[in-house]
C-alpha cells in the first residue's frame, strides 16, 4: 500500500466468512483445515459461505445490485469516512511509509471498488475509532466486535471475519487457564477494547494502555502479569518484539471469540443497507487470498 491515509481510495468487497485467527504458526495450518472441512470454527456461519460446499461459484456475487436510491445516496455523500487501526496488525495498521496496511485495508479496497465508492481511510487509535464514528468524523469503519453496550449509538453489518480473545501470561503464571486465574494479577488491557470489557466483567484489576503494542510491552515489563488481547495481533507482537519467552498465550479455551463487522451510527440506515450488500458482492476466494497474504509472511 502506498495511500497515505487521507488520500481517496477505490476499493473491493466480501461474503460473510469466519476464518478463526489462532497462533501466527498455526494460521496457515487452520485455513488449510477449513479449506478441507468447509467449516470455520465453533463460531462459523453455515457451511454454505465458505469458499468450498458453496452452491454457488466462489466469486460470484450473491448480495443484489444497489438500489437507484442507495446509488443516489453514494453519489450525494461521496468519499466514505473510514476509521482504521493503526496498530493493530496484520488486521490493520500504518505501514513504515505511515500508510495503512493489512487485511481490513485491502478488504475495504475490495468493497469501495464493487460498491463504485470512494473511501478515505485515517489510521487512529482504537478508542478514537469509537468516538469518531459516534460523533461523525467517520461514517464507519474498518471492523469491530458487534458488543451489546456498543448497541446504544452503533447498528452493525453482518459479519465478515472472526477473531479469538485469549489471555496472555508473563513467565512464572503459567498455572493461569481462566479469568478467575487472574483475581490478584495486574491485567493489561486497551482502551475501549472488547479486552477491556471482559476484564471489567469479571471484576479483575486493569491497567488500561492506549494501544495493543503498549499492552505486550506491559505484560513482559512486569508492569503487568497479564494482559487480555486479540490472539492475532497478540502473536504478531510478540514475535516482532521477540518476546516469546517472556509473553505466552494462557492455557485454556479462547475467552471470547468475536465478529469482525462493519458499524455504522444507530440512524445511518441507508448505509447499513449499502454496506451489507458490499460484504456479499465479494466471493470467499478473494477474501482467503487477502488473509493468506498477510498470514503467511
Not at 479455551?253 to 458490499?278: E, F, N, Q, Y
Request: proline letters at 6%; glycine letters at 12%; one cysteine or more.
Amino acid at each position: 500500500m502506498t495511500d497515505h491515509p487521507d488520500t481517496p481510495r477505490g476499493a473491493r468487497g466480501g461474503r460473510a466468512r469466519t476464518l478463526i485467527a489462532g497462533t501466527l504458526a498455526g494460521i496457515l495450518a487452520l485455513t488449510f483445515l477449513a479449506l478441507i472441512a468447509a467449516c470455520g470454527g465453533d463460531t462459523a456461519p453455515p457451511p454454505d459461505t465458505s469458499t468450498t460446499g458453496s452452491s454457488a461459484p466462489a466469486d460470484s456475487p450473491s448480495g443484489g445490485a444497489l438500489t437507484a436510491a442507495e446509488e443516489e445516496w453514494l453519489a450525494e455523500k461521496g468519499a466514505l469516512q473510514v476509521g482504521a487501526f493503526s496498530d493493530y496488525p496484520p488486521f490493520a495498521f500504518v505501514d513504515e511509509d505511515g500508510a495503512p496496511a493489512g487485511m481490513a485495508v485491502d478488504y475495504w479496497d475490495l468493497l469501495a471498488e464493487r460498491l463504485g465508492v470512494e473511501i478515505v481511510v485515517t489510521p487512529v487509535l482504537f478508542d478514537e475509532q469509537l468516538e469518531g464514528l459516534k460523533d461523525g468524523r467517520f461514517d464507519t469503519l474498518q471492523g469491530i466486535f458487534p458488543l451489546p453496550e456498543r448497541e446504544q449509538w452503533f447498528a452493525f453489518s453482518q459479519p465478515y471475519f472472526t477473531i479469538d480473545t485469549r489471555i496472555f501470561v508473563a513467565a512464572g503464571h503459567d498455572d493461569v487457564t481462566t479469568l478467575e486465574g487472574l483475581e490478584g494479577l495486574k491485567v493489561a488491557v486497551v482502551k475501549g477494547d472488547s479486552g477491556q470489557q471482559i476484564a471489567d466483567d469479571a471484576g479483575l484489576t486493569t491497567l488500561v494502555v492506549e494501544g495493543y503494542p503498549e499492552a505486550v510491552k506491559a505484560v513482559a515489563s512486569g508492569a503487568a502479569q497479564a494482559m487480555i488481547l486479540d490472539e492475532m495481533v497478540a502473536d504478531y507482537y510478540i514475535n516482532e518484539f521477540d518476546l516469546a519467552d517472556s509473553v505466552k498465550a494462557a492455557g485454556g479455551d479462547p475467552v471470547a471469540s468475536g465478529d469482525m463487522t462493519l458499524p455504522v451510527r444507530k440512524d445511518d440506515t441507508v448505509l447499513l443497507g449499502i454496506l451489507d450488500k458490499g460484504i456479499s458482492m465479494v466471493g470467499d476466494s478473494e477474501f482467503e487470498g487477502i488473509y493468506e497474504r498477510w498470514t503467511s509472511r
